[in-house]
């Protein structure tokens, strides 16, 4: 693992605190509005999402994943799910104006449950939400301009609201750094089982590989990878729990040219945050935390 030190390194570290501090309250912001807007319908007390046990066909994380990708300035693809509702999303991004074409598939059936997802932007529907029973449904959305947040979710037969697992994951609009709209940027993580999970983020200049694993009954520890791989000084990369952030330490790794960098932190808690830092780029990207809800 490489120290943290010199100005390139401690100008990175200081303003990356900074950066995700406010990070995190913009988001808490938007997923606040978000997950009220989700819950926002009939049954809503009956919506609240599953935990082991409850009688739900997912109690940990098997069958959960998260994947978007820009394979050009104007193009991404985004794919996922919960066990139970799979998506698969081709999309276009002209300088933040996005349109998605959103394919939603049950890839369960026979299981009493139906696919759902529910899309927003800026805390907003983008469009009515999707359903699918045994069987695959496709929509395209109206162009708009602002981030994407993407709800995969399972309900019942002839209802509207989430009866089962479901997570909240959010692109952002870039508006801020256009740079980030390039071929190969993206984030995504899968589990391999109930309770061991593997995650990926490429920013310009940047890699960062690594995976996770369930050590407490609600915490989860993880360990990283960052590589340098072209930006014009040392990059950084960190991770923590989005709700209940450590001091920083040991979660902190940095890689300068040519090299690599390490970095870990366990008993987190709730959602996990993964931020890299390359430049003038700055990427943050969310785990869930299976049956956790919004978070």
């Known amino acids: 693992m490489l120290a943290l030190s010199g100005p390139d390194t401690r100008g990175t570290r200081e303003?990356?605190?900074?950066d995700v501090r406010l990070r995190r309250r913009t988001i808490g912001t938007l997923f606040a509005a978000v997950a009220v807007a989700v819950l926002a319908a009939p049954a809503a007390a009956s919506a609240?999402?599953?935990?082991?046990?409850?009688?739900?066909p997912v109690g940990d994380g098997t069958g959960w994943?998260?994947?978007?990708?820009?394979?050009?300035?104007?193009?991404?693809?985004?794919?996922?799910g919960v066990r139970g509702a799979q998506i698969s999303i081709?999309?276009?991004?002209?300088?933040?104006?996005?349109?998605?074409?959103?394919?939603?598939?049950?890839?369960?059936?026979t299981d009493g449950f139906c696919a759902g997802l529910a899309i927003f932007s800026n805390g907003n529907p983008v469009m009515n939400r999707m359903f699918?029973?045994?069987t695959t449904a496709f929509a395209a959305t109206p162009t708009f301009h602002g981030?994407?947040?993407?709800?995969?979710?399972?309900?019942?037969?002839?209802?509207?609201?989430?009866?089962?697992?479901?997570?909240?994951?959010?692109?952002?609009?870039?508006?801020?750094?256009?740079?980030?709209?390039?071929?190969g940027t993206?984030?995504?993580?899968?589990y391999n089982d109930s309770s061991n999970f593997d995650f990926d983020m490429v920013?310009?200049?940047?890699?960062?590989?690594?995976?996770?694993?369930?050590?407490?009954?609600?915490?989860?520890?993880?360990?990283?990878?960052?590589?340098?791989?072209?930006?014009?000084?040392?990059?950084?990369?960190?991770?923590?729990?989005?709700?209940?952030p450590g001091p920083p330490g040991g979660n902190i790794g940095v890689a300068c040219p040519f090299g690599s960098g390490y970095g870990w932190r366990g008993g987190m808690a709730n959602y996990l945050d993964l931020h890299t830092f390359s430049g003038p780029h700055s990427l943050i990207g969310a785990i869930a935390l299976p049956n956790s809800g919004p978070h």
Not at 70 to 80: A, F, K, N, V
Not at 158 to 179: C, H, R, V
Request: charged share 20%.
């Open 15 to 18: 303003q990356g605190e900074a």
């Open 48 to 56: 609240r999402p599953a935990r082991a046990g409850t009688g739900f």
């Open 65 to 80: 994943s998260w994947s978007y990708q820009y394979s050009s300035p104007d193009q991404l693809y985004i794919s996922g």
């Open 90 to 109: 081709g999309a276009s991004d002209v300088n933040g104006d996005r349109t998605l074409y959103p394919l939603l598939i049950d890839n369960v059936g």
């Open 132 to 134: 699918a029973c045994d």
């Open 147 to 183: 981030d994407i947040t993407i709800v995969p979710f399972l309900t019942r037969p002839g209802d509207t609201s989430i009866e089962g697992s479901y997570y909240l994951m959010t692109i952002p609009n870039f508006d801020d750094d256009p740079g980030l709209r390039s071929a």
């Open 186 to 190: 993206g984030f995504s993580w899968h």
């Open 203 to 244: 920013v310009p200049g940047a890699h960062v590989t690594g995976n996770g694993w369930t050590d407490g009954p609600e915490t989860r520890a993880a360990q990283f990878t960052i590589w340098w791989t072209g930006a014009d000084s040392c990059v950084q990369a960190s991770i923590d729990s989005e709700t209940d």
